[in-house]
């Protein structure tokens, strides 16, 4: 019996297969035929493409040189009044046009040599007379997305493969493909992936700040400088920077915690300072206090403490103040129980953001008893129940293992930057993260405030760099959002590392 490879336990006899004349006629027509057949499959495939040659050609034979410069020039014309006048639609013409293009010139010449090299077609044997000849089977490209940055296919899998395969084969295909990166992400529809071959970082240069203050209206009380007092702000989307597609990356205050990995030099301070510089306008409208704990003796944050409520350096103040915030917490939930399920700041009951520039001070490197005691207390009780009453925390850490960041599960979103290690990936995002294509190991060390972001009920992480604030903008926005005075307002005193109250505002 034939085993299903074809080899057959005894050996075939040679035979000698009869000759047939076929005339030269036949000959030509099934070549014609053939031909013809590829044209209308060409035609098919791409009717757009066809159809501009075909045009091209009409106005060249009936007007010549003249009359297809003169309508070349009038497309010209009509695509920047179209691009001005209504920008989105242009813009998605231009992406789908560029796709086709991309599909024809680059993937359908090499999609079927890249797919067997890979080992992701898929061969079936199959029976001619007395022997067993292989057919090929290929994975389809269903839809092609392209822009400036990258290319998206839409592929169809095969029968029996998964996207874990595909996962494997991404450096095998990014080398196919002459791409700088490749990212394999399942799609909403069973049996079918995304392959994202990105060819120019957009996230190469640094990311200036978002503008926050529209231009005063002069007609709602505003003092005149300028800027627009009562800009409104987006707690659910606040801007901090860009996303690998162009877009403003937009990072959830309201209703979440945000946990921040990445190694010394990855940028933790851009998405840390980027986060209170979007939430400046809220902090000068009443809507949001900071309380800020800076362990590392004040070196990071420090710069910026005309914006904060509280702010704490050493362990005992920091203590005191997650103390302060757990009772805040448990305030709010009992008048709230039954009233709302999430809290809605205002100017009395504005959202207090607890934000910790290094986590592992307060967890791990703590030797007093006592105040680890506490410590150990504060946190969990946080991040389990604050988001609800208006008490979220933005905590930074370079180490995500367990055993320094017990309950780093609780934070619902989570960015991880430039890690040492690869097995860091998933301890910061999530199990299987890394295999759809959050590398973030291999971020290279001159692009700090690159990195992944995922959040709860969203599949796949995405690539963002967090925008570069320098001294001089920190020093303007600590100036320009300062909360507003409410009789006594407390300021940080270097000599002491306790509170003062000052009637008269923040002091200079």
């Not at 700088?180 to 069973?190: H, L, N």
């Not at 303007?476 to 509170?499: C, E, I, L, S």
Request: with cysteine; aromatic share 8%; hydrophobic share 45%.
């Amino acid at each position: 019996m034939a085993r299903i490879n074809g080899s057959r336990p005894f050996p075939e006899i040679p035979t000698r297969h009869p000759k047939v004349d076929v005339p030269l006629w036949v000959v030509l027509v099934g070549l014609a035929g053939r031909i013809c057949a590829r044209l209308v499959l060409f035609v098919l495939r791409h009717p757009v493409l066809v159809g501009l040659l075909l045009t091209v050609a009409m106005i060249r034979d009936r007007w010549g040189l003249a009359g297809l410069g003169l309508v070349l020039l009038a497309v010209v014309v009509l695509a920047v009044g179209w691009r001005l006048a209504h920008r989105r639609s242009f813009a998605w013409l231009a992406r789908w046009l560029r796709g086709r293009l991309r599909l024809l010139i680059v993937y359908r010449w090499r999609w079927r040599p890249v797919m067997v090299h890979t080992g992701l077609a898929i061969r079936i044997p199959v029976s001619n007379g007395d022997r067993v000849a292989f057919a090929e089977t290929f994975p389809r490209i269903r839809q092609v997305r392209s822009d400036r940055w990258a290319d998206r296919l839409r592929v169809e899998l095969l029968y029996g493969q998964t996207p874990q395969q595909w996962a494997e084969q991404a450096e095998a295909l990014r080398q196919a493909f002459r791409a700088q990166a490749c990212r394999v992400r399942p799609d909403t529809r069973v049996g079918y992936i995304w392959l994202d071959f990105t060819h120019r970082d957009p996230l190469a240069d640094l990311v200036p700040p978002a503008d926050l203050d529209g231009p005063d209206a002069d007609d709602d009380g505003g003092d005149g400088d300028g800027w627009d007092d009562d800009a409104p702000v987006d707690l659910a989307g606040i801007p901090v920077g860009r996303r690998e597609d162009g877009q403003l990356w937009r990072l959830p205050v309201r209703g979440a915690h945000v946990l921040v990995a990445g190694a010394t030099g990855a940028g933790k301070g851009s998405v840390l300072w980027s986060t209170i510089r979007g939430l400046g306008p809220a902090v000068r409208a009443g809507l949001v206090e900071l309380w800020v704990a800076d362990p590392k003796g004040g070196m990071e944050l420090a710069f910026g403490r005309g914006m904060f409520t509280r702010f704490a350096t050493d362990t005992a103040g920091i203590a005191d103040l997650l103390d302060d915030a757990v009772s805040v917490m448990r305030e709010r939930a009992g008048r709230l129980r039954g009233v709302t399920r999430l809290h809605t700041p205002t100017v009395d009951e504005p959202l207090i953001v607890v934000i910790v520039d290094e986590l592992a001070a307060l967890t791990a490197y703590v030797t007093d008893r006592e105040l680890k005691r506490r410590l150990s207390a504060s946190l969990p009780l946080l991040l389990s129940q604050g988001r609800a009453p208006g008490v979220v925390m933005i905590g930074a850490v370079q180490d995500p293992r367990k055993e320094v960041l017990p309950f780093r599960d609780l934070f619902p979103v989570r960015v991880a930057l430039r890690l040492t290690e690869a097995d860091q990936v998933d301890l910061v995002l999530g199990d299987g993260t890394r295999d759809r294509g959050a590398r973030a190991e291999e971020i290279p060390e001159g692009l700090p405030g690159v990195g992944y972001v995922l959040a709860d009920g969203q599949a796949d992480p995405v690539r963002v760099r967090a925008a570069w604030i320098d001294d001089a903008e920190i020093s303007r926005m600590a100036h320009r959002y300062q909360p507003p005075v409410t009789g006594a307002t407390f300021d940080f005193d270097d000599r002491d590392g306790g509170w003062t109250p000052d009637i008269n505002g923040w002091a200079a």
